[in-house]
C-alpha cells in the first residue's frame, strides 16, 4: 500500500492531472470519499481503476451526482471517479439511428445534438441533470417507457472497465446483434457494482412531427385503473399512460400521450378523450408530466411496481399503508407499465419504515416489489431499502465473480453487494 | 462413459422408463438442429414433461459431472442444440402447455415447450398477439426462442425476444429453481433475465417463460416493391427511415432469391426485378393511412417499377409467403447451401451487396440475399453442390469473408441465428479476449463447472476458479456482515 499522497500522485498521473483530494462536496449518501479522480477516456478510467485495484480504494462513480443518494449507501468509499469529462458524443449514426455517446454525457445535451435530425434517445430526463452514466446506473425511465421500453431494451453495447481495470466491450452499435452474453443489460441498473461504464451505445427513434396531451380527473384509483385499462387496450395507440395522486385518498389524474403524425394525432387525440370518458379533454403537457413526485429531493423516495391489473389495488395499497404509519405520500407514475413512485416526508423514520413495511406485505397481491431508493440517513438504518430480492444468490455469485475484492460501490446494492 | 450408465438407472428411478432414452436408433433423430451439417447423438436423451424433471435431471449430471444440452423443437441454425455425445439431451417440447393468457395484465405465462405461434393463436380471441415472429414460428419454441433470443420480420418496430420476454422459471445449472422476474417489471437486483435471453443454454434452463402480449393493430398496410436492383431498393430503405417513418416490417430480396421463390412457392413478384421489398405498416389506421401514402412515393421516388399493395389478408400473406419461404426454396435452384446470418449498420447496405457481389463474382459460388432491410440484418445464401469437390469448401469461404465484411462495418457475426457450434470460432473477430474473458465471468457465476451446453458460444471456455491472489481483501460477505469465514 502507497501512502495517500502515492495514491494521489498515481492518480494524477492515471488522469493527466485531473485528480485531487476530496472536497467538502465530495461525498455519497453522507460518505466522504478520500479522493476524487476525472478520467478523460476509457483508458484514463482504466488508469484508475488499476490504482483502485492496487490499493484497495473503495470506487463510486459520479456523473453529475444527481442520484448519488439513490440506492443504500456505500461501505465505505475512498475514491469517487468523476465521469463529467467522459463528454464526447462519439458517434451519431442518423440513418442508422444510432448514436454511442461517452459516460459523461448529460441527457439534455444528447438531445439537443439528436434533435437536429430530428431524432431521440426515448429516455425522459426524469432527474433533470442525469447524463448517460447515471441512467444506465439507476435504470431510471419515464413515461415513454410504454412504447418505447426501458434503458435496458435501448442500449446496445456498453464499453466497461472491469474491477480489475481490464477494458471490456459487451453488444455492439446495431440494433440487432445476438453475439454473446448481453451484459450492456446486466449493468443496466446495477449502480455501478459490476463496472465502470464510459461509453455506451443507443438505439434512438424519429421524433414524430405531433404530440397531444389528453387529461382526465378521477375519483379513486378503481375509476384510474379502469380508465387506465380502456387506454391500455385501445388500438389508437398510447405512447404513455400517467397517473398523479399527490395525496392519499384523493382524486387521481390520468394523462396519455399520443405521439404521430399531425393528421395521425388530431384522430387519435379525440379517441383518447372518448376512450377515457366523462371529464376528459385535450390539454397542454400536464406540470407533474414526466417528474418524480414532490417532495421527492427532500424527503423519501419509493419506488412501487405492479402487474398491469394491480394498478388499482397498489393505489389502495399505498393509501392503507400511510393510514396505518400515520404519513402521508404523492404517488406518481406509468400506470401503462406498472411502475409507480411515492414521496414521503422523511422527518418520522419509524412511520417510514411502517409504511414500506405494511406496503411490501401487501405488494405480493399484485406481484410487486417495494424499494426505498432515496431516504434520510435516520430513515435509512430503520428500513430495509431493497427487500426481498429472487435470485440473490445468483446476484451474489454474479458480484464475486465481477468485483471479487468489493472495490466498485460496496454496499450499495440489494443485499449488501 | 460409466458415468452415463449411472445417470440412466438414476433418472429412469426417478422420472419414470418412458422419458428416458437410450435406445442408439432413437438417439440417432435428436442427433442435430436446423444446422443439419452438424451432427452429434447425444449420450442420453429425457424428455422432461415439467420443471420437477428438468431439475431432477439437471441436478443429476451436476452430481455425476455430465454436461446437459437442452433443446426446445430443434429448429435453430446455429447449431445451438446440438448435444454432446457424452452428454444428456433435455428435450423440453412436451413442456407444451399454456398456462395463462392474462389479457387486462397483457402477459402470458407458458412452458418452454409451447410453439411460438400459438401463443398469439392463444392471445388473438382477446385482440392481442406475441410480437416476436422467427419464420420459424410455426414449430420453434418459446424456449428455444429465449435461448436464442429470436428475431424476426416485425422486430425492426417491436424489438426481439429479450424485449417481450418479463419472467422466467429458471433451472441452474445446480439443480436449483429459481424466479427470476415475472408480470411486474423491475424486480429488484441485477437483470439476469438480460443476461439469460440469448445465452443459448449454457446458463440454464428456462422451464416457465411469462411474455408480453402486444395489442393487435388497428389497420396493417404492406407493399410489394420491385426494383431493378438492389441499390435503387436500398435506397428506398434510407429514404423510409430517413423520413422517421419506422415500418413493422422491410424485408429485401434480391434477383436470385426471388427466383427461388418463384420456382418454389409462385409467389408471383413482379417480373424482371432485380430487387423487391417488402414494406408493412401497421398502427392507428389514421397514421398508416398518411404514412403508407408516403412510402409509397418514396419507393416510386427511389425507383420502383411496380409497387403492389395488399388488398387484404390473403394477399398480404402471398406477399409474405414468398419471403418467409426464401430458404428452404433456394433449394429449388442449388443442391446446397450455407444460411448466413450477419448484420451491417443499414447504411452500409448498398455497399456491402456490392462486395458480396464482387465476392460471388471473383469465386463463381452464387450468393442470393434475403434480408431484414430495415435493420440491417443480412441472410445472405451461399449456393453450392456438395457433389463437386472443392464447392462445400469455397463456399464456405465466401460465407466467412461475408462475415468480415460485416464486421468491417462495425457490425455482428450474427443478429438472430445465435454464435452455437457454428460460430463459436469467429467470436474473436468481433470480441476481444478480454471481452469474452468478461462475459464469460457470467457463466461463471451460473455455471463453475461448465456442465450447461458447454463448446457453445465461447471457443474457448474460462476456468471458473479462484484467480490466485485476487483475493486480498475480505470476502465482500463477510465484509457486509451476511456471512463469517472460518
Redesign the interface.
Known amino acids: 500500500m502507497t501512502g495517500p499522497a502515492g495514491v494521489l500522485d498515481a492518480l494524477r498521473q492515471a488522469t493527466g492531472g485531473h485528480a485531487g483530494p476530496a472536497g467538502d462536496g465530495d461525498a455519497v449518501d453522507g460518505v466522504p470519499a478520500r479522493f476524487v479522480a476525472a478520467p478523460g477516456s476509457t483508458a484514463e478510467a482504466a488508469a484508475v481503476v488499476r490504482v483502485a485495484a492496487a490499493e ?1 480504494l473503495a470506487v463510486v462513480a459520479r456523473g453529475a451526482g444527481t442520484k448519488l443518494g439513490w440506492g443504500t449507501p456505500p ?1 465505505r468509499l475512498d475514491l469517487i471517479v468523476d465521469t463529467r469529462r467522459l463528454d464526447r458524443i462519439v458517434e451519431h ?6 448514436v454511442v455517446a461517452q459516460a459523461g454525457v448529460p441527457l439534455a445535451e444528447l438531445g439537443e445534438r439528436l434533435a437536429g435530425d ?1 431524432q431521440r434517445l426515448a429516455v425522459d430526463e426524469v432527474v433533470p441533470g442525469t447524463t448517460v452514466g447515471g441512467m444506465l446506473g439507476t ?1 431510471v425511465t419515464g413515461p415513454r417507457r410504454l412504447q418505447a ?2 434503458v ?2 435501448l442500449v446496445l453495447g456498453v464499453t ?1 472497465v ?1 474491477a ?1 481495470g ?5 453488444g ?15 449493468v ?3 449502480y455501478g457494482t ?1 463496472g465502470l461504464v464510459t461509453e455506451a451505445a443507443f438505439r434512438l ?5 405531433a404530440a397531444a396531451y389528453v387529461s382526465v380527473r378521477l375519483p379513486d384509483p378503481a375509476s384510474a385503473y379502469q380508465a387506465v ?1 380502456r387506454a ?6 398510447p405512447a404513455a399512460i400517467e397517473l398523479d395522486r399527490p395525496e392519499p385518498g384523493g382524486p387521481v389524474e390520468a394523462a396519455v400521450l399520443v405521439e ?2 399531425e ?2 394525432v388530431t ?2 387525440a379525440e ?1 383518447a378523450v372518448a376512450t377515457l370518458g366523462e371529464g376528459a379533454a385535450r390539454i397542454d403537457r400536464p406540470g407533474w408530466w414526466g417528474t418524480l413526485p414532490a417532495g421527492s429531493d427532500r424527503g423519501v423516495l419509493v ?1 412501487a ?6 394498478t388499482g389495488r397498489l393505489l389502495e395499497g399505498i393509501d392503507r399503508a400511510a393510514v396505518a404509519a400515520g404519513t402521508t405520500a404523492a404517488v406518481r407514475g406509468s400506470g401503462g ?3 409507480f413512485h411515492a414521496a414521503l416526508p422523511g422527518t418520522d423514520p419509524a412511520a417510514v419504515a411502517a409504511f414500506v413495511k405494511a406496503l411490501r406485505d401487501a405488494a405480493p397481491a ?4 417495494v ?1 426505498v431508493l432515496a431516504a434520510p440517513a435516520p430513515v435509512r438504518s430503520e428500513v430495509d431499502s ?2 426481498p ?19 466498485l460501490a ?2 450499495r ?5 | 462413459m460409466a458415468g452415463l450408465s449411472e445417470l440412466t438407472s438414476r433418472l429412469r428411478a426417478e422420472l419414470g422408463a418412458a422419458k428416458v432414452i437410450d435406445d442408439r436408433q432413437e438417439l440417432r433423430t435428436y442427433e442435430c438442429d436446423g444446422l443439419a451439417h452438424y451432427k452429434v447423438v447425444p449420450g442420453l436423451v429425457v424428455l422432461a414433461e415439467t420443471t420437477a424433471d428438468v431439475a431432477a435431471v439437471v441436478r443429476a449430471c451436476n452430481e455425476a459431472g455430465v454436461p446437459f444440452v437442452a433443446r426446445g423443437s430443434g429448429t435453430g441454425l446455429s447449431g445451438g442444440a446440438l448435444p454432446h455425445a457424452d452428454g444428456v439431451l433435455v428435450v423440453t417440447s412436451r413442456m407444451r402447455k399454456i398456462l395463462d393468457v392474462d389479457r387486462d395484465g397483457q402477459r402470458a405465462v407458458v412452458e418452454p415447450g409451447v410453439i411460438n405461434l400459438h401463443v398469439t393463436r392463444a392471445a388473438a380471441p382477446s385482440g392481442y398477439y406475441y410480437a416476436p415472429d422467427p419464420s420459424s414460428q410455426q414449430v420453434c419454441s418459446i424456449g428455444g426462442n429465449v435461448a436464442e433470443n429470436s428475431g424476426g420480420a416485425h422486430c425492426l418496430k417491436y424489438g426481439f425476444t429479450t424485449n417481450h420476454v418479463l419472467g422466467v422459471e429458471f433451472v441452474e445449472p445446480s439443480g436449483e429453481v429459481v424466479e427470476i422476474g415475472g408480470k411486474a417489471p423491475d424486480p429488484p437486483g441485477y437483470d439476469l433475465l438480460g443476461a439469460i435471453v440469448g445465452s443459448e443454454g449454457t446458463l440454464g434452463i428456462a422451464t416457465r417463460v411469462t411474455v408480453r402480449l402486444t395489442r393487435a393493430p388497428e389497420s396493417v398496410q404492406t407493399l410489394l416493391a420491385g426494383f431493378d436492383g438492389t441499390d435503387a431498393a436500398g435506397q428506398a430503405v434510407s429514404a423510409i427511415i430517413a423520413a422517421g417513418v419506422i415500418p413493422a416490417a422491410v424485408e429485401m430480396m434480391d434477383a436470385l432469391a426471388i427466383e427461388a421463390a418463384e420456382a418454389a412457392v409462385h409467389c408471383g413478384y413482379p417480373a424482371g426485378a432485380g430487387a423487391v421489398l417488402v414494406v408493412e405498416l401497421d398502427g392507428p389506421a389514421s397514421e398508416v393511412d398518411a404514412q403508407f401514402a408516403q412510402v409509397r412515393e418514396l419507393c416510386e421516388k427511389a425507383g420502383a417499377f411496380e409497387i403492389r399493395i395488399a388488398a387484404d389478408d390473403v394477399e398480404r400473406a402471398l406477399f409474405w409467403k414468398g419471403r418467409k419461404s426464401a430458404f428452404a426454396a433456394v433449394g429449388r435452384i442449388s443442391p446446397d447451401y450455407i444460411v448466413q446470418d450477419g448484420v451491417i449498420p443499414r447504411t452500409a447496405l448498398p455497399e456491402v451487396l456490392r462486395a458480396i457481389a464482387d465476392l460471388s463474382a471473383e469465386s463463381g459460388v452464387r450468393v442470393a440475399n434475403v434480408f431484414h432491410a430495415g435493420d440491417g440484418n443480412l441472410h445472405p445464401l451461399v449456393l453450392f453442390d456438395d457433389a463437386v469437390p472443392g464447392q462445400a469448401e469455397r463456399a464456405e469461404e465466401v460465407s466467412g469473408a461475408i462475415l468480415d465484411l460485416c464486421l468491417e462495418h462495425g457490425g455482428s457475426i450474427t443478429g438472430e441465428h445465435g454464435v452455437g457450434s457454428d460460430k463459436a470460432k469467429h467470436m474473436p473477430r468481433m470480441f476481444s479476449a478480454a471481452d469474452l474473458d468478461t462475459m464469460q465471468l457470467v457463466r461463471c457465476a451460473f455455471d463453475p463447472d461448465g456442465l450447461s451446453n458447454p463448446g457453445k458460444v465461447f471457443p474457448t471456455p474460462r476456468l471458473c476458479g479462484e484467480v490466485p491472489g485476487r483475493h486480498r481483501g475480505a470476502h465482500p460477505l463477510v465484509e457486509a456482515g451476511l456471512a463469517e469465514q472460518f
Do not use: C
Not at chain 1, 93 to 98: E, Q, S, T, Y
Not at chain 1, 172 to 186: E, F, I, R, S
Open positions: 484497495g461501505r449514426a442518423a440513418g442508422d439511428l444510432v430530428r435504470g421500453g426501458a435496458r431494451d466497461m472491469r480489475d481490464v477494458v471490456a466491450k459487451a455492439g452499435k446495431v440494433v440487432k446483434n445476438v453475439a454473446g452474453y448481453d451484459l450492456a443489460k446486466l443496466t441498473g446495477a459490476l427513434h424519429p421524433i414524430p412531427p385499462q391500455l387496450h385501445a388500438q389508437w395507440v404521430g403524425t393528421a395521425g384522430a387519435r379517441q419506488k411496481t405492479t402487474e398491469l391489473t394491480g407499465v406498472g411502475v399484485w406481484q410487486g416489489s424499494v431493497w427487500g430480492v429472487s435470485g440473490l444468490d445468483l446476484m451474489r455469485r454474479v458480484k464475486e465473480q465481477f468485483d471479487p475484492d468489493a472495490l460496496p454496499g446494492f440489494v443485499g449488501g453487494i
